[in-house]
């Protein structure tokens, strides 16, 4: 099994040293683990959350350092970069001809709004508001679906994570249906991200039904923990494959310098 979400110190709200990561991994079986930590932004972007520019040397380093010290676990090297429209040369420019081996894409703003940072999850709770960050946190998954330069989703429906469910409406539908239409299409790959069990929402993300809607429409899977700390390494992985598999999945994708294999549970 893979965990291709995982984090360090470095994003300033993570814990945990490389090798009690690596001990993490091997404890819980896995064959490989990614290490996805959020992407410098040299401007400042978000800068409480992220690594600095200067760190970015560091990081590549704590990632080569855990890929030596184990033959027994493939070490992926990875970033979760935010999609932020019109604000993406600057990152690319700063992480290019790095050796990635995937990179992941993720939305954690709507605009100006942090829709998944507790302190401000009360502004966007009403039934009007809550709509309005729904459609515009999926329109902006579109946009980096419609070719981003990523090669996996991050947690498909996050702002669900403190229970606030997107409404049920065509509109709703018809954005799911063409994000995942656009992934399938680019050859993009979608996540299931254990954290969700962990937050208010206690669910994965995404949810069953949206898992079935990618599996009719061609859309593959990774596994994730998103871990921020050792402990959640893998993090009820279990449920996620009994998940994936209640949804019509057999396989898995796998990412080595960016090109991609298909592997069975
Ligand atoms: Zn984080
Ligand atoms: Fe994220
Ligand atoms: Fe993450
Ligand atoms: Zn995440």
Redesign the pocket.
Known sequence: MIDYHT?TPL?K??EGTPEEFIAAALAAGLNEIGVSD?APWPSGYDSA?RMTAEEFREYHGIVASMAKSTSDLKVRYSLEIDWVPREMDEVWASVADEPFDYLIGSVHYTDDLPFDNPDHQTVWMTAERSSEVWIRYYELLLGFTGGGGFEIIAHFDLPKKFGNRPPETDEIDRLTTEILTAAADNHIVMELNTAGLRKPVAEIYPSPDILRKAKKIGVPITFGSDA?SPVEVAANFAEAVALAKECGYDSYTTFETRVRKTERF
């Open positions: 984090h994003c709200h993570a959020h959350f921020h």
